[in-house]
């Protein structure tokens, strides 16, 4: 297993407001950021930075329509956390492997 | 702890011929673990901050910050595992067997006992995983 690459997913959902503005969208589908703000309860440009790291994290997609940007949830947004659950898998089963050779190696 | 996640809760478990006092003891003895897992300062002190090191990769220390939080000798060992984003803990449970024991490893994320990232989440990560399942099944 590769432990190189950071999970941007966990991240981005490390924040209550993040989570909340995401969970909005998977929940309501598209939305303005105009309509995000006024849910999240904090400024916009707050919100525009959480949108911001949500769409570096890949959670959510944006389109421009005239002065509005629209914002939704990414359909495969769970993939990553599915990924970490793939990857510890992998890597505890092959230390399982490991710690059982040492056990028949040590002295009872 | 261990149930409150289940979609972020890896279980990896295994029946060893082997009585619990001795996996203990390489679960819980700096050398032994090395053997195993990988190179630390571990002290099966509820508390005691250790860390694992690995080889260092690019975009990646190798260093896995961990505190100690449960010592039941024989039965039960659970520490954070600081990797990765958010923490996550590990808690390794001992049961006797007729052939020996069974041992059960159990990784939970979102869940850090500092929590300091995300305390005052007014709603649980349960409840939100399950609702982000819910919508990506009928999104796809």
């Known amino acids: ?108 | 702890m261990s149930a409150s996640a289940p979609a972020l809760t890896l279980v990896v478990e295994r029946e060893m011929p082997h009585p619990p006092e001795k996996i203990w003891r390489a679960l819980t003895q700096g050398q032994l673990i090395q053997e195993w897992l990988m190179t630390n300062d571990f002290q099966p002190v509820v508390g005691h901050r250790f860390s694992f090191r690995a080889t260092p990769v690019k975009n990646w220390s190798g260093v896995i910050e961990c505190e100690v939080l449960v010592v039941e000798p024989h039965a039960r060992l659970a520490y954070t595992w600081g990797a990765l984003g958010p923490g996550s803990t590990v808690t390794w449970t001992l049961t006797p067997t007729e052939g020996g024991t069974h041992l059960r490893m159990e990784q939970t994320g979102f869940e850090s006992e500092s929590g300091a990232n995300y305390k005052g989440a007014s709603y649980g990560w349960k409840k939100f995983i399950g609702n982000l399942e819910r919508v990506v099944e009928g999104l796809e």
């Open chain 1, 1 to 108: 297993m590769t432990l190189a690459n950071p999970n941007h997913v966990f991240r981005a959902l490390s924040d209550p407001t993040r989570r909340a503005i995401f969970e909005e969208l998977t929940r309501h589908g598209e939305q303005t950021v105009h309509a995000l703000t006024r849910y999240a309860g904090v400024s916009q440009p707050a919100v525009s930075k959480h949108l911001t790291v949500l769409k570096r994290a890949k959670l959510v997609r944006h389109r421009r329509d005239g002065r509005e940007t629209h914002y939704r949830a990414q359909a495969d947004a769970l993939a990553p956390m599915v990924d970490w659950l793939d990857r510890y898998g992998a890597f505890w089963r092959e230390r399982f492997d490991k710690l059982e050779g040492l056990l028949n190696r040590m002295e009872p």
